[in-house]
């Protein structure tokens, strides 16, 4: 019997132990961020709230690759929307010069807008978009100049594109640029539809030697591997040129928050493209991590401010009227992670106090970012002190430059005019003196003694 009590025992300690490690939040491995080593650039942005979770070289001027194909993409669904169904026929001078990954297009071959903006945008390939800067100019260089158009309107303005696939590699970019370009992008409906488009039939009676178009982004179609399939991503590009290395633009989804997710220069390899890899790294990571947490809530009580001239009340409480909520990590301490910076308009205020008054904002911080700033009120009245407000007023009025200066020339008046009449006495009783004493005779003795000496 005594054993199977203590074996009950012991079970009943190793399932509290198990329950206890299972409520356990998230561990430090989880909500560290990681490793985007591999890439030369990354732009990682929470679309939502407007926050950038993660980036790596922002503002470097790097080769922008692949990548130009976005900004090309998007000029293309911006001027072509309307003639989606206008057939093109492909010259010898539109593939001409093309290379690299082709849909291998030639002269004589006829597309519709809408087939060749899929095989550019969707499938990736380098002939298509020839094709189409030949559409929209007299020439690829000529569509490159309206490239950098478009990208000083979107304030890219350390972006320079030089042809609309990149495979010459000699277009340049820094991340921060890319995203503008991007958010640009996913702004558009048509560019995002045909970007997200796993697979695309051109046409079951072409002649081309592809009637069926995959997605080149392994993100957006798994195609004979699932090795980086991302149910959570829809449209943007990817690709990838020697000095450009792997580019990976996407975004990401589960219904209620979205990002944008950029990785430039990554490193290509046989068994694995860092590319594709540390996006999925931030796009899992980040979905585990975040959530919506409460830093300020209305009416919380943030600090107190002094209260003078009144007799029932010293003090009165500052509070918001807002509450603040912001995607963060889950598991952060306000206090500890993250703090309050106030700042006050007053360093006291004077009775009559009325509730409501503003009297200064409060920044919400983390990590050395504002989180967002609110307004601070006052969170009750405090009247004022009949006596109190007599004596300040007293007081003011001694304090004052005016009572001062009054004060001065009163003193100065009333010392000028003690010594007047104390000049006057003492001549009128010289005179006195002079008259009585050339009246009396024999003279005084007191008269006398000073005439002989």
Aim: some cysteine.
């Amino acid at each position: 019997m005594q054993t199977k009590r203590n074996l009950a025992r012991f079970l009943l300690l190793l399932l509290s132990a198990v329950t206890l490690f299972s409520c356990i939040p998230a561990n430090a491995e989880e909500v560290t961020l990681p490793s985007v080593d591999e890439a030369t650039a990354v732009y990682f942005y929470h679309m939502e709230s407007g926050s950038l979770i993660c980036s790596k070289n922002t503002d470097t001027q790097i080769s922008a690759g692949s990548a130009v194909k976005v900004l090309a993409g998007l000029i293309a669904c911006e001027q072509l929307e309307s003639r989606l169904q206008e057939s093109i026929s492909v010259t010898s001078d539109m593939v001409a010069n093309s290379s690299g990954y082709r849909l291998k297009l030639e002269a004589g071959d006829v597309l519709t807008v809408e087939q060749l903006l899929y095989a550019a945008i969707c499938g990736s390939y380098n002939d298509a978009y020839d094709v189409l800067s030949f559409v929209l100019a007299d020439s690829k260089s000529e569509f490159a100049e309206q490239m950098n158009t478009r990208a000083r309107e979107l304030g890219a303005q350390s972006t320079t594109c030089t042809d609309p696939s990149g495979i010459d590699d000699s277009s340049f970019t820094t991340v921060s640029d890319m995203a503008k370009i991007a958010l640009a992008a996913y702004q558009n409906e048509l560019y995002m539809k045909i970007s997200s488009t796993a697979r695309y039939a051109i046409s079951e009676t072409s002649d081309l030697a592809v009637n069926t178009i995959a997605n080149r982004n392994a993100l957006i179609y798994s195609g004979t591997t699932t090795q980086y399939y991302n149910a959570k991503c829809r449209g943007m590009s990817a690709g990838y040129t020697e000095r450009g290395g792997s580019c990976v633009i996407t975004t990401a989804t589960n219904g209620k928050e979205s990002y944008l997710c950029i990785v430039m220069g990554a490193i290509d390899t046989d068994e694995t493209n860092y590319g594709y890899e540390i996006a999925n790294r931030l796009i899992d990571w980040v979905y585990k991590t975040y959530t919506y947490m409460e830093v300020i809530t209305a009416e919380t009580v943030i600090c107190k401010l002094p209260v003078t001239v009144s007799d029932l009340t010293t003090e009165v409480e500052v509070k918001t009227d807002t509450s603040l909520s912001c995607y963060l990590p889950a598991g952060l301490e306000i206090g500890k992670e993250i703090t309050y910076s106030i700042r006050l308009m007053y360093t006291s205020l004077e009775a009559p106090v009325t509730e409501g008054t503003l009297v200064g904002y409060v920044a919400v911080l983390w990590e050395g970012k504002t989180l967002g700033t609110v307004p601070l009120y006052t969170a009750g009245a405090a009247e004022r002190s009949g006596f109190i407000s007599g004596l300040k007023n007293i007081q003011a009025l001694t304090q004052s430059r005016v009572f001062c200066a009054g004060a001065i020339f009163f003193i100065l008046g009333l010392i000028a005019w003690i010594t007047t009449e104390y000049v006057i006495i003492v001549r009128k009783r010289h005179k006195w003196d002079k008259y009585f004493s050339q009246k009396m005779s024999p003279p005084p003795i007191s008269l006398t003694k000073k005439k002989r000496k």
